[in-house]
């Protein structure tokens, strides 16, 4: 390629990633941020509106895709499927000589779905990010200029003043170590030694044993240098192989098609010789163990690559699972943060802080964080207030005493876990749900034994595959399948089945009527008018909980379910309706189909705004949701793009996307500008290496479907194949 071509490629580059930048930004702000505000002139529209337009008749949407469905199907799972391929797949089941249930196993067999998709699903940031408690960086060492030089982890010293010393890297070879840095006798910190105000033990491997928190220099690598690593690019494999163990642990429960629950009760994990040396690491640091030589002396023999494998248990029941794999178990820095994690991962349990201010809260904690400075927690879990949270996370911490704070030790210490059996609580104090062994695995067996395990590992699909127009008849047909099957596999079929209905449904359908409105009036009272039909609606939704409790503007009784019985209501009750219903918090128990919920939502735009262009702002604002279209998960989006271009960027990107849940997972500028940088270095390397057309190149690779969920009957290209999902059901 000449000068002169290149500069003309740099410029189209140049001018496509401007051009996809600005796209996305100009999406970004289209959307408002809030509800609008009635108008003087909305106001007074509502006492003089003009007429309804007349409803335009049905219209029927373009048939549907075959091929284009198969092609949709098949990102979800991590696949950039070849056109040659869908189309003879769409042929043969147009033509009835395949069903889409044989799709469906060939892809849910793909490798991606079980290695990347499924562990991004269930874990989110909890695998896709680097762990920093697990593996303390100030316990990388540090090498001189001179090669030769003694390795040192706060400041070098003299080839007089070091050890020798065989590293468990290499027992056969020896390094040269500066004195502070080895203390092969040293393994805990006592109460004179520190700073800290708790009363929890201490331990060498730490972050508060490292350099990176000391005041003085007190601990150092341990024999044979064992809480060290040799260098930066070390630590970076260590904590690759942390997160590779929870990511091919999930893979191999999918690929077995193991029960959902084993992932987190199995005392098996599939790990290779990074990780394993760092479970054998932790015993040494249980035991005190001085002749590391003889733990490590058959680890050449384990698999570089990895295998299934049990793990050494110093007490029984002290493995639970990816639960206390390093990447998890050490991903946040205490007991209650680890808790609120595993719930997350669990039972899809977020944190909720309603109700607590600050003089609440610094009337139980006068005396700093209560788990690492005292043992206050029961005082939280019974409080009123903090109950909804701690009686569900502090009796949770007590199956994991035997793990302290991940910032205070990070390997296992029998004499701090619990004995006897404990409660394990749901919403709060009076939701118990059982009693278990205060072991890891009893808590594992027990937590995967309710009804919110199984609801959760279900959302993951509905999240990922449907979105927000899941039905409640998705809801149900895929949390049955989890309770009945139990597996990945079968969980994300019946999500893609249903995914297929919908795209079936949608071409086939209709466009609606626009039906007439019926203008907002002021009532007598000063509120807003009911009209007929949000009677109806709230009358067949709402009154079950909402039916006494008269309304109140005082900020006291906001959480009151405020009666919708009269004919008029206030304004700000209305907007409030608006807000809980369109966005789905309401109604609490009952989820709404979308279509429901988007006609109540409707109805109350309806009596809120009477201008034109108020009402559609509020549309989009409360139909739309304030969201972008539904990401693929970064790193598929990744790998379809440089399947398409037939080449790769050659760039390890790091994304935030990676540690995103699926339901919150958009498309963003952000997204968008990663999507089109990855696509422009892909389609530049093929263009390089094999010719043709950057332009063609670029299209293709940052197409809609290629970086969106959004569902295939809008994303979709024009159709090609038509047939056996126009006319029947799905086999």
């Known amino acids: 390629m000449t000068r002169r071509r290149r500069r003309r490629s740099a410029t189209r580059v140049r001018w496509f990633a401007t051009l996809l930048a600005a796209t996305a930004l100009a999406g970004a702000v289209s959307v408002p941020a809030e509800p609008p505000a009635r ?40 696949q950039a499927a070849e056109p040659a391929r869908l189309a003879a797949w769409a042929e043969k089941i147009d033509g009835g000589a395949a069903s889409l249930d044989g799709y469906l196993d060939e892809i849910i067999g793909a490798e991606r779905f079980a290695a990347e998709v499924v562990p991004a699903l269930v874990f989110a940031a909890f695998v896709n990010v680097r762990n920093y408690y697990a593996l303390p960086v100030a316990f990388t060492l540090k090498h001189p200029a001179d090669p030769d030089g003694p390795l040192y982890l706060r400041a070098p010293c003299s080839a007089d003043e ?46 508060v044993g490292s350099p990176e928190l000391e005041t003085s220099s007190l601990c150092g690598c341990g024999p044979n240098l064992i809480r060290c690593v040799r260098d930066e690019d070390q630590y970076n494999e260590f904590n690759k192989s942390f997160m590779d163990e929870v990511k091919r642990t999930t893979a191999y429960v999918v690929e077995h098609d193991l029960a959902i629950a084993s992932l987190f009760t199995s005392n098996a994990t599939f790990r290779d010789r990074n990780t394993e040396l760092y479970y054998r690491r932790q015993k040494i640091g249980t035991l005190e163990i001085q002749r590391v030589e003889h733990e490590l002396a058959d680890l050449d023999a384990w698999p570089q690559a990895g295998k299934w494998a049990p793990r050494e248990e110093i007490a029984p029941g002290q493995h639970a699972g990816v639960l206390t794999a390093p990447q998890l178990l050490h991903w946040l820095p205490d007991r209650r943060q680890r808790q609120r994690g595993y719930y997350e991962m669990m039972w899809c349990n977020l944190r909720n802080s309603f109700g607590a201010t600050t003089h609440k809260v610094l009337e139980l904690n006068a005396s700093g964080n209560n788990f690492f400075v005292h043992d206050s927690w ?117 999500a893609l089945e249903r995914y297929a209905q919908h795209w079936r449904d949608d071409a086939r359908a209709p466009a609606p009527a626009v039906a007439a409105v019926v203008d907002a009036q002021p009532g007598p009272g000063g509120g807003m008018k009911v009209s007929r039909a949000l009677r109806v609606q709230l009358d067949g939704h709402c009154l079950d909980c909402h039916d006494e409790a008269p309304y109140s503007a005082d900020p006291d009784a906001a959480d009151l379910p405020f009666s919708f019985k009269p004919d008029e209501l206030p304004r700000r ?153 126009q006319s029947k059901p799905l086999e």
Request: proline content about 8%.
């Open 162 to 207: 070091a050890i020798a010393v065989r590293p468990w890297w290499n027992l056969r070879a020896e390094v040269k170590v500066c004195p502070d840095s080895y203390r092969p006798d040293k393994w805990t910190l006592s109460p004179g030694e520190h700073s800290y105000r708790t009363a929890m033990a201490l331990s060498c491997d730490s972050q």
């Open 39 to 78: 108008s003087a002139a909305g106001a007074q529209a509502e006492l003089v509106a003009p007429p309804a337009e007349p409803a335009p008749g049905p219209a029927l949407a373009s048939p549907p895709d075959t091929a284009a469905l198969l092609g949709a199907m098949a990102a979800l799972v991590g």
């Open 378 to 494: 029961q005082r939280l879990a019974h409080t009123e207030l903090c109950m909804n949270c701690h009686a569900r996370l502090d009796y949770g911490s007590q199956f994991f005493l035997g793990f302290p704070d991940s910032r205070a030790g990070t390997h296992y210490d029998p004499a701090l876990q619990a004995s006897g059996t404990g409660p394990l609580y749901g919403r709060d104090l009076r939701d118990l749900r059982g009693q278990a062994p205060l072991t890891p695995q009893g808590f594992a067996h027990l937590a995967t034994a309710q009804p919110d395990f199984n609801s959760c590992m279900a959302s993951h699909f509905v999240n990922y595959v449907l979105g927000d127009r899941a039905t409640g008849d998705d809801v149900h047909a895929i949390e049955a399948t989890v309770a009945q099957d139990g597996t990945f596999k079968a969980a994300m079929k019946v």
């Open 573 to 725: 009750l209305l907007v409030s309706m608006a807000d809980h219903v369109a966005f789905g918090m309401m109604p609490k128990n009952e989820p709404l189909d979308p279509p429901v919920r988007d006609a109540i939502v409707d109805l109350l735009i309806d009596a809120l705004w009477t201008a034109p262009s108020e009402r559609s702002e509020a549309r989009r604002y409360y139909l739309g949701r304030a969201r972008g279209l539904p990401a693929h998960q970064v790193d598929n989006e990744l790998h379809a793009i440089d399947r398409i271009a037939g080449a790769s960027s050659n760039i390890a990107w790091g994304a935030l996307e990676r540690g995103i849940w699926s339901d919150q997972s958009t498309v963003t500028p952000g997204f968008v500008a990663l999507s089109g940088l990855e696509a422009l270095r892909a389609c530049a390397h093929a263009v390089q290496t094999r010719g043709g057309s950057l332009e063609s190149c670029l299209l293709q690779a940052t197409a809609p479907s290629v970086w969106s969920r959004r569902p295939p009957a809008i994303t979709a290209a024009p159709a090609r194949s038509q047939g056996a999902l």
